[in-house]
């Protein structure tokens, strides 16, 4: 009996725990897109690793996180920046070279030949590299996006959750019952 008890408590705990962190994605996702942002925890996005330009340091497929940009004159040279181009597409790389007192920055991928043709300006920087990264969870985040992905990841899982539940509601109402039948 004892360990029934412990069990139903462990469970109890994971449910609660999954049902405050689906909560919690929700809320961020809902606040980031009603401000007009990209979703964020905190002062700090997820972004994927799209090329090899950063690597070893950051692995094709990774997830990192970086720090939004407060004040974007206040770089140094070896810092890791994720930047907007002209064509709107996010870059990050290592900065070789402070210009203008940080108005704008030579930046370089650790893994590319030479510099970036462009000159980083201050007021295009999304935020800073935080050191964190997960390795190849970019792919599983890019399968989400698709068809397949959400019916593995989100319509699967849900049956999963009714059909536990369906069980649940079943046992307590078989327990329910028994008493009624031993008077």
């Known amino acids: 009996m004892k360990l029934k008890t412990m069990l139903s408590w462990i469970s109890n705990i994971v449910t609660t725990v999954l049902i405050i962190l689906l909560l919690l994605a929700v809320f961020i996702v809902i606040s980031s897109r009603a401000a007009g942002g990209e979703p964020s925890l905190f002062g700090y996005q997820f972004k994927t690793v799209l090329s090899g330009s950063m690597e070893p340091e950051m692995q094709t497929g990774s997830v990192i996180l970086i720090e939004q940009a407060e004040n974007t004159a206040e770089f140094n040279k070896g810092d890791v920046i994720t930047f907007k181009t ?4 996010l870059i990050t790389h290592r900065i070789i070279e402070v210009q203008n007192k940080g108005q704008s920055y030579i930046t370089q991928g650790d893994n590319n030949n030479g510099p970036d043709v462009e ?3 201050a007021q295009n920087i999304v935020g800073k590299y935080s050191g964190f990264t997960i390795p ?11 068809g397949q992905g959400a019916v593995l990841f989100l319509i699967i899982p849900g ?3 009714l059909g536990y539940s369906a069980i649940t509601i079943w046992r307590a109402l078989r327990l329910i019952e028994v008493p009624k039948e031993a008077n």
């Open 119 to 121: 000159p980083v300006l």
């Open 86 to 89: 002209k064509e709107n597409l």
């Open 159 to 161: 049956f999963i959750f």
């Open 136 to 146: 190849y969870a970019g792919y599983a985040l890019h399968y989400l996006n698709t």
